[in-house]
């Protein structure tokens, strides 16, 4: 069971003041814990942290380049994890939680930036518009993506008033999700190896990341992160096979990037290692043991039905599976 923090254990105490207060008003409101409400909450934050880094007197090509790599977003399923893992785990900080979701999601954001540069994956769209790099410059996008990766530690810092001593082991997370030796950076960095086993490589490019949303989900709740590792892990992983597979069945408009770069570039794939009948298959496998490793909570039946919904858009029976199987 998630250990709750202490400030969430009711008391089965009330002060005459509590009485007469639920007396004029009636019994609070229940926090709205819907997927819609939990994106709103997402998009908010972050439009928040995008404004704060426009302030007077800064470039003004480096602003908008930053707001075109962060809206519209795509799925915002990282963010959506960690909020969705702090409320299983009690979300007695939201101002932290939202903080912690906006982060990731501008970690991973800046981390498609750099993906895309001319030297690595030189792609012309991200998400269905032009790159940053092919919309403002190459020099532009580097900057972008490192102003995105300091962004993201500074509104972390800034949200933990209410619980300083949370904000340490919530900023070794994230970092560590993104670092070296085994974080997005690294996974990036394989690419430029002569040989790199393929799980090590996945987990580090996606999968780290991934389980930095769940843990850090639970420490901005106030508790235990490490019941929720492996449910990041398998998630992360499940979404870089789907991606491997996306890219040799998936056509530019449901990746809404250019599709055959891994074989292209010689990178490491699930799909050319296994066949995309076997990567379906891995994916499959996958998406079973991260709803297997989500924590019994109050939460878990939502965070469930996030796995499977992503599953279903990831590697929709219509389009990649029936592509897959006349491949």
Not at 35 to 57: D, N, Y
Not at 70 to 89: D, E, H, K, S, T
Not at 95 to 102: E, N, P, S, V
Not at 116 to 123: S, V
Request: glycine share 8%; with cysteine; net charge neutral.
């Amino acid at each position: 069971m998630t250990r709750l923090h202490d400030s969430q254990r009711p008391s089965n105490a009330r002060t005459s003041a509590d009485a007469a207060s639920i007396a004029r008003t009636g019994p609070p409101l229940r926090p709205d814990r819907s997927p819609l409400a939990a994106l709103r909450r997402i998009e908010q934050a972050l439009a928040a942290a995008v404004t704060c880094g426009e302030g007077p007197g800064g470039p003004p090509l480096l602003a908008a380049a930053i707001r075109h790599a962060v809206f519209p977003g795509g799925a915002r399923i990282r963010p959506r994890l960690c909020l969705a893992v702090a409320q299983a785990c009690g979300d007695d900080d939201p101002k932290l939680a939202d903080a912690a979701a906006a982060a990731i999601e501008l970690l991973h954001c800046a981390s498609l930036v750099h993906d895309d540069l001319p030297c690595f994956d030189d792609a012309p769209t991200r998400r269905g518009m032009p790159s940053v790099h092919s919309r403002f410059g190459e020099r532009i996008a580097v900057l972008t993506g490192d102003a995105l990766i300091v962004l993201s530690f500074q509104i972390v810092a800034a949200a933990a008033g209410a619980t300083p001593r949370r904000l340490a082991p919530v900023l070794a997370a994230i970092a560590r999700g993104v670092g070296t030796p085994a974080g997005i950076v690294a996974g990036q960095a394989y690419e430029c190896e002569p040989y790199v086993a393929l799980a090590a490589y996945q987990r580090a490019k996606t999968g780290s990341l991934f389980a930095a949303c769940t843990e850090v989900g639970a420490l901005a709740a106030g508790a235990d992160p490490a019941p929720w590792r492996a449910f990041g892990l398998y998630l992360g992983e499940a979404y870089q096979v789907a991606d491997d597979v996306r890219d040799v069945a998936a056509s530019i408009e449901v990746m809404g990037k250019p599709a055959g770069r891994d074989v292209a570039l010689h990178r490491p794939s699930s799909a050319s290692e296994l066949g995309l009948g076997g990567a379906i298959a891995h994916f499959d496998r996958l998406v079973a043991q991260a709803i297997e490793a989500v924590p019994e909570c109050d939460g878990a039946a939502l965070l469930r039905a996030i796995v499977r919904s992503e599953s279903a858009r990831l590697v929709p029976e219509d389009t990649v599976r029936v592509a897959a199987l006349a491949a």
